[in-house]
């Protein structure tokens, strides 16, 4: 099992940036291994994938948040990061991280971010 906990999360105003951070434990010992993701659910819309990262360090981000936000992870600390710059309105929800490994995918609890107009 693989127990994740994001942090990070706040109010923040439209064009600011946030930080959220994901700390894995457990049977980490599969941590480089796993694909770690970011996901958002805003208010009232179905959770989508908005960044992720392979194990290799290969980045992959939703069309709308492409050269806003910055997915990295720390292999030896079992930490997944997301920088979020510029943000907008829309990018209000609950963001969680997610860890695939093989067929099992592992979930965070989740922590909001309010970005005001």
């Known amino acids: 099992q693989v127990q994740l906990v994001e942090s990070g999360g706040g109010l923040v105003q439209a064009g600011g940036s946030l930080g959220l951070s994901c700390a894995a434990s457990?049977?980490?010992?599969?941590?480089?291994?796993?694909?770690m993701e970011w996901y958002r659910q805003a208010p009232g819309k179905e959770r989508e994938s908005v960044a992720a990262?392979?194990?290799?360090?290969?980045?992959n981000y939703a069309d709308s948040v492409q050269g806003r936000f910055t997915i990295s992870r720390d292999n030896a600390k079992k930490m997944v990061y997301l920088q979020m710059n510029s943000l907008k309105p829309e990018d209000t929800g609950v963001y969680s991280c997610?860890?695939?490994?093989?067929?099992?995918?592992?979930w965070g609890q989740g922590t909001w971010v309010t970005v005001s107009s």
């Open positions: 457990g049977s980490v010992f599969v941590f480089p291994a796993m694909i």
């Open positions: 997610a860890a695939t490994w093989g067929a099992r995918k592992y």
């Open positions: 990262v392979s194990s290799g360090g290969t980045a």
